[in-house]
């Protein structure tokens, strides 16, 4: 059970999860601990409990899914495996949680690169942005795959049959951009694959609400993510030393307290509960490490929403529409052998490796929990 505050703020907000959306919740983790918070909220016997001695501690990356087989993270993807949870919420490691699932629920036939699914707070309704984090290096046919995992996403999350794609790039005009850039935007523009391209999107645009799906490389949409809450997270503090600077000043704050506190709900992480690693066989929710209870609430909700909504079997039916497209090979060939071609060694992720000083572990499944 990760996160800065767990398991404390977790427990919390899984039990507001229970009461406030009527979500099912089970805590993986050291139940000694997990018992004696739930006895504190007076919630013993009201969420099960499976135990876990290992755990992923937030400075440990990739390695540690070898490392820790019968971490809390790989038990609770055992579970999913094992079809007695429906989805995984986490605010342990990013790259401990990527890699473990990874390793514990594989890919989706004919995906070839996960990638981490974020709501950015725009008008008139959320924009999805994806890669954030999970796939730094992506080829330009990655790209448009992501665009379908990001379509698939989005059909769940606000409704749309059609749901707009955007590629994120320095420019608007289609010459824009480096090679992978370039390339995507032609197999995105060319058509044939479902999705409902509506050209590059610039970076001062990523709030502008003109399309509901961002595409971008892992490292470019984490950089940009990152650089729009630290924008947000300082523009709300100018606010605050403004509304604060004087009688006046604090006077017109009280008047305009509903709406300044409207907006930051609105631009609030905590809101939307945290990023979903798509293109997996389970869903995935990672909640942000620092994450209150709120947040944790938020994220149990929007797991169960997309459990509930079949993302999985979503995201397999769009990336299936690119079977008969003009793209061929790369889009399901690696991965199932449609095309009759091998696969190439760059076409398929490998798995985290094993430290090279270290024997490599049981990698045997977690006992079934009791």
């Not at 909220?41 to 876990?52: D, N, Q, R, S």
Request: net charge neutral; charged share 25%; hydrophobic share 40%.
């Amino acid at each position: 059970m990760g996160g800065d505050h767990a398991p404390e703020e977790i427990i919390a907000g899984a039990i507001d999860a229970v009461a406030e959306h009527d979500v099912r919740v089970v805590l993986v983790g050291q139940a000694p601990r997990i018992r004696r918070e739930l006895d504190r909220h007076g919630a013993i016997g009201k969420i099960p409990i499976v135990h876990a001695e290992e755990a992923l501690d937030m400075g440990e990356g990739a390695l540690a899914s070898w490392r820790k087989p019968r971490s809390s993270i790989a038990i609770a993807c055992h579970l999913i495996r094992q079809g007695r949870a429906s989805a995984l919420v986490s605010a342990g490691s990013t790259a401990g949680v990527v890699a473990t699932s990874r390793l514990r629920l594989k890919g989706q036939q004919g995906v070839l690169r996960p990638a981490i699914a974020v709501t950015l707070p725009t008008r008139p309704r959320p924009t999805i942005l994806l890669d954030a984090g999970a796939t730094a290096d992506v080829k330009p046919e990655g790209l448009v795959q992501f665009a379908a995992l990001g379509t698939a996403y989005a059909q769940i999350l606000l409704g749309l049959e059609r749901p707009t794609v955007g590629l994120l790039n320095i420019g608007a005009e289609p010459g824009k951009g480096d090679k992978v850039a370039k390339r995507a935007h032609e197999l995105l523009a060319g058509g044939g694959h479902g999705l409902e391209f509506a050209g590059n999107v610039e970076g001062h645009d990523l709030l502008a609400g003109k399309v509901d799906v961002i595409v971008a490389d892992g490292f470019t949409g984490n950089v940009a993510l990152k650089t729009m809450e630290g924008t947000i997270r300082t523009a709300f503090a100018e606010v605050r030393d403004a509304m604060t600077a004087g009688p006046a000043a604090r006077m017109g704050a009280l008047l305009q307290r509903r709406r300044l506190q409207d907006l930051r709900d609105r631009l609030d992480p905590d809101t939307y509960g945290g990023g979903v690693l798509l293109g997996l066989n389970g869903t995935v929710v990672i909640a942000h490490g620092a994450s209150r209870a709120r947040a944790i609430t938020s994220a149990c909700e929007l797991a169960h929403r997309l459990a509930a909504g079949r993302i999985v079997e979503r995201i397999r039916e769009q990336v299936a529409l690119t079977r008969t497209s003009r793209f061929g090979r790369w889009t399901h060939g690696e991965r199932d052998g449609t095309d009759g071609r091998p696969a190439e060694p760059g076409d398929r992720p490998a798995e985290p490796a094993p430290p090279a000083d270290q024997p490599e572990p049981d990698r045997g499944e977690p006992p079934a929990a009791p």
